[in-house]
């Protein structure tokens, strides 16, 4: 690519300055919230209107040259990188709410808004945004809806697709198109719900139509804790068993929980071995009625001590240990590499088993912070890359855990997505056949294959530095050889 | 080309003589008039795929089929070589009550599931019309959906996991048996809806949600649609949360409650509020509620449903006919603040052609079904009013951002007006999505969106 000549033709555009091309300025792009993985584009873009994505993304489609979006850059599987170069299109200047109207229950976002700006938007008239993932206050929209990001809420309220009605989409020809939009039941194939989760690699969203939801009368939110991960884990089944569906059902194990104290003292016991957080809300008669069953759901399983919030404030401390708890972890560990595979409710006490047991094996601690309500864990692997070869083993542990987890009849990501991360997992979801009719709905979005190259479909191509210890070797060890 | 022996005989060789229809008997599952060379039964999905792989190799044109209840759905197919009956392809293949999830074959009935699945006190949260006889893969292949995606969804937001038999054969699957999951792209969506445009769906898996241990209705006659608009917005803009909210009009209201066998006063819409919980004093203190707006917005007295009543009442709603004569169902989804007025304009329409018509709305949803009757004796002039409607409707419905789509009409209506109406500029991408699933064109041509 004939970097110079791109950047002036984009630069005509977007304006100068908001064309990126100096060595040190493109290294904030260079990694996400998974910084292991390296990969630098050529040029950065920073448009401010819909038009000007689809003037850029037509000069990329004209010239073939690969382009990425970028929304906050916190993403977990290294879905913003670059790693094949190119121009990436960073899109935190069009972050404005565009349109709220509640009494249709709609709000039409721009994808760059962070995602907490909507629900502070519409707090003051009793209305909220639903997902909610624990980024929240960086994290923009148009990356939720490339990952179909969950949060604690999903139980009840389940995660971005459900509430995301429509999209307004440069393709990567350039093209602009609606899908869906404020109504329901769009005419024709569901478009927009592919497109949520296809990890930016079908287009780039420019506006998002959104649901918005009266907030709930009450809201109850008790802590359960427990000298065993068993008991923790059993009570979970034990509320859904009992026709229950809480807004979130939350657990941490001894290793966050001591993260969580020393950072935010939210006021968890030091010595319990997990706790459970379980959050009710609705109507205010219904969530008095909830809270005596799930008490006894916590008793029948040894609960040590249950704390129900009394009001806002102790509500708020307590998931404020929950919501800090990654950015807690700098105070034990020096870095930790995430995994969010799924398992079904039932597979609980023993994946955390396996967990334990691995930790021994490889001589890592792993501190578990997770939405225990649909069994997507969140093992955080500690470790120094100060000390030879341990992100090596950290990596090599993630994947044994992930391997365990499809074998339980997971999956390999709950709210992450594959991105550069997980792509050479995928076989061991999906066969080959299962593959090509993804690579099918890529092909009619993304015939030429620029948007986000090198993400979520398997590959050994060599050239690409996934992460510093080399993934491909890792993933020999533990899966054996592709 | 195959002579119509030839093809027999492979069918049988493919899912057993006696699962195979053709001649006279195969006329009876003729689609919009069309009747197939053939009907196959497969048992299994390996011979939807053997059937597939040789429908693809001859070029035959397949129309997949659940029980039938919703083959008016569509355009009219282009050709009908084959119809690929599921209803053999019947059954629970996995169930775990405590993780909340359930896959079944495609050619089970709902109801059926409903029962496994209610011995454990769950379901499957969707109640479409004709939920007694339809199937699971007819209803994901159609996005049916009822009034209780107010609280839980639609199929979209139900199932997390499919398996396919795709135009050449193959079997894939796509999303995965946990409640939560983004490993991949979300092909569930696409084929959901899809009309049987893109793949054969063979299995669904779905999250199941705890059936409510209460649930109760209040049902109130409005002599006025402006009063009952005004508490719809009240009721949407409060903290309650029913599970439906069916806005009636005078017509409809009448039926549903005879059928529930409940005094209505004449001349009255009506509006049912459901509620479900697992405490009885929740759902009474949220109806109460109810009851108190609906009298302030000027409502008359109205009935408060449980048990017999109750499900006697849903199922008029959701199952409504408008009795004999000529039918065409016409459904609409708008902005909720557009419903009340979707109503109104559905009467006036109606009114100038000298139709007769139920409307039931999903209030809180904004989806609209116009149920059209007019008289057996004179169907030229009942198709030519459809058509009118049609016309008018959509346009009412495109102005309040939605669309209006045909569920049920004679082929006579449907040779003359779009069943889906004008997708937009989205149609190419649609295309696209279909050349690659489908290159030969040999599943369902012509019944979808843009002739797809
Ligand atoms: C501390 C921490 C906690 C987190 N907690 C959660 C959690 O609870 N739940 C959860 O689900 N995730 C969580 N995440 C992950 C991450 O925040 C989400 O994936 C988030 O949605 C990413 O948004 P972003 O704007 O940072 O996207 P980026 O990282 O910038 O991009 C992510 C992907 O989206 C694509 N993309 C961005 N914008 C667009 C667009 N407009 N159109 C098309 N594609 C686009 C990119 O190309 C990339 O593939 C967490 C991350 C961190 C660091």
Redesign the pocket.
């Known amino acids: 690519m004939e970097k110079e000549r791109i950047a002036k033709v984009l630069a005509g555009i977007v304006g100068a300055e908001a064309v990126v091309v100096d060595a040190g300025e493109l290294r904030v792009y260079e990694t996400?919230?998974l910084t292991v993985f390296k990969a630098m584009p050529d040029i950065v873009v920073l448009p401010q209107s819909t038009e000007q994505v689809a003037g850029v993304v037509k000069v990329c489609h004209r010239e073939k040259i690969p382009f990425?979006?970028?929304?906050?850059?916190?993403?977990?599987?290294g879905?913003?990188l670059a790693v094949e170069g190119g121009v990436l299109i960073g899109?935190n200047r069009m972050n404005r709410i565009l349109e709220v109207d509640y009494e249709n229950q709609r709000a039409v976002v721009e994808?760059?808004m962070v995602?907490v700006w909507l629900t502070n938007a519409l707090a003051p008239r009793g209305y909220y945004y639903s997902p909610?993932?624990?980024?929240q206050t960086?994290?923009?929209?148009?990356?939720?809806?490339?990952?179909?990001?969950?949060?604690?809420r999903t139980p009840k309220y389940g995660?971005t697709t459900n509430h995301v009605l429509g999209l307004e989409v440069v393709l990567p020809n350039g093209e602009v198109v609606r899908l869906g939009g404020r109504t329901l039941d769009p005419l024709g194939y569901d478009l927009t719900g592919v497109f949520v989760g296809s990890?930016?690699?079908?287009?780039?969203?420019?506006k998002v139509f959104v649901r918005i939801m009266r907030k709930p009368e009450a809201v109850k939110t008790l802590m359960g804790v427990f000298n065993t991960i068993e008991d923790a884990s059993n009570s979970v089944s034990g509320i859904v068993g009992r026709g229950i569906i809480p807004v979130a059902i939350e657990m941490m194990d001894n290793n966050a929980i001591q993260a969580v104290e020393k950072g935010v003292a939210a006021g968890y016991p030091l010595d319990a071995v997990a706790v459970l957080l379980v959050e009710v809300d609705g109507p205010k008669d219904e969530v008095e009625a909830l809270v005596e069953p799930i008490k006894e759901v916590l008793k029948e399983n040894q609960v040590r001590e249950i704390r129900v919030a009394k009001d806002d404030n102790e509500r708020l401390l307590l998931w404020k240990g929950r919501k800090a708890a990654?950015?807690a972890m700098g105070q034990i560990s020096p870095e930790y590499y995430v995994q969010d595979s799924v398992i079904p409710r039932t597979k609980l006490p023993s994946i955390m088993r396996l967990i334990g047991d691995l930790s021994q094996k490889y001589g890592l601690r792993v501190a578990n912070v997770f939405h225990a309500g649909d069994g997507n864990l969140h093992p955080l692997i500690l470790y120094s890359s100060a000390n030879e070869g341990e992100l090596h083993k950290a990596e090599a542990m993630g994947a044994e855990i992930i391997k365990a987890c499809v074998d339980m009849g997971g999956s390999l990501t709950g709210?992450?997505?594959i991105?550069l991360e997980k792509r050479d997992f995928m076989p061991l979801m999906f066969t080959g056949d299962d593959l090509a009719a993804m690579r099918k709905a890529k092909k009619a979005f993304d015939p030429d294959g620029l948007m986000?190259p090198g993400?979520i479909f398997p590959t050994a191509k060599a050239g690409v530095e996934v992460g510093a210890a080399g993934q491909r070797q890792i993933l020999d060890k533990v899966l054996g050889p592709a | 080309m195959l002579s119509d022996e030839t093809l027999v005989h492979r069918l049988g060789g493919l899912v057993g003589g006696e699962h195979v229809v053709a001649g006279s008997e195969a006329s009876r599952y003729a689609v919009d008039g069309r009747a197939p060379r053939a009907v196959a039964f497969p048992g299994s999905a390996e011979e939807v795929s053997a059937v597939m792989a040789f429908a693809s190799a001859e070029w035959l044109k397949v129309v997949p089929r659940g029980s039938g209840t919703k083959m008016a759905l569509g355009g009219i197919p282009a050709r009908v070589d084959l119809v690929l009956a599921l209803s053999r392809l019947g059954g629970i293949v996995d169930y775990e009550p405590a993780d909340m999830t359930a896959a079944f074959r495609a050619g089970t009935r709902l109801q059926e599931a409903q029962e496994i699945l209610g011995r454990n006190g769950q379901f499957i949260a969707l109640d479409p019309p004709d939920a007694d006889a339809a199937t699971i893969g007819g209803i994901l292949a159609t996005n049916s959906s009822g009034p209780r995606r107010l609280r839980y969804g639609a199929s979209r937001d139900l199932v997390i996991a499919t398996r396919l038999v795709h135009a050449d054969g193959k079997v894939t699957k796509a999303g995965a048996k946990v409640v939560k999951n983004v490993t991949g792209y979300d092909l569930n969506k696409l084929y959901i809806g899809s009309l049987g445009t893109l793949a054969i769906i063979v299995e669904a898996t779905f999250r199941l949600y705890p059936v409510p241990a209460v649930e109760k209705t209040y049902l109130a006659p409005f002599a006025s649609l402006d009063g009952l608009k005004r508490l719809v917005a009240s009721i949407l803009d409060s903290p309650l949360v029913p599970f439906a909210a069916e806005l009636m009009n005078v017509e409809a209201s009448r039926r549903v409650a005879a059928a529930a066998g409940l005094p209505w006063p004449e001349g009255s819409y009506g509006l049912a509020l459901a509620v479900g919980s697992v405490r009885r004093e929740a759902v009474d203190a949220q109806l109460e509620t109810v009851r108190r707006m609906s009298r302030e917005a000027g409502g008359a007295d109205g009935h408060m449903l449980e048990g017999g009543p109750h499900d006697a009442f849903w199922r008029a709603t959701r199952d409504f006919a408008l009795g004999d004569g000529l039918q065409a169902v016409l459904k609409a989804s708008v902005l909720l603040t557009k419903v009340a007025e979707a109503v109104r304009v559905g009467e006036e329409v109606a009114g100038q052609h000298g139709l007769r018509l139920g409307v039931i709305s999903e209030a809180g949803s904004g989806i609209v079904r116009y149920y059209l009757t007019g008289d057996a004796a004179s169907p030229e002039r009942f198709q030519q009013a459809v058509v009118e409607s049609v016309s008018r409707l959509r346009a009412f419905a495109q102005e309040a951002e939605g669309n209006l789509v045909i569920l049920k009409a004679s082929p006579e209506v449907k040779s003359r007006v779009d069943v889906w109406g004008p997708v937009g500029k989205a149609l190419p991408l649609m295309q696209r999505s279909k050349a690659e699933f489908d290159p030969q064109g040999i599943l369902n041509p012509g019944r979808f969106v843009g002739g797809i």
């Open positions: 996400d919230g990425v979006a970028r929304g906050a850059g916190t993403g977990l599987s879905g913003a899109l994808p760059g995602n909610d993932p624990a980024s960086a994290c923009s929209i148009g990356g939720n809806v490339a990952e179909n990001s969950g949060g604690p995660v990890e930016g690699t079908f287009g780039i969203a420019t990654f950015a709210e992450h997505g991105g986000n993400k």
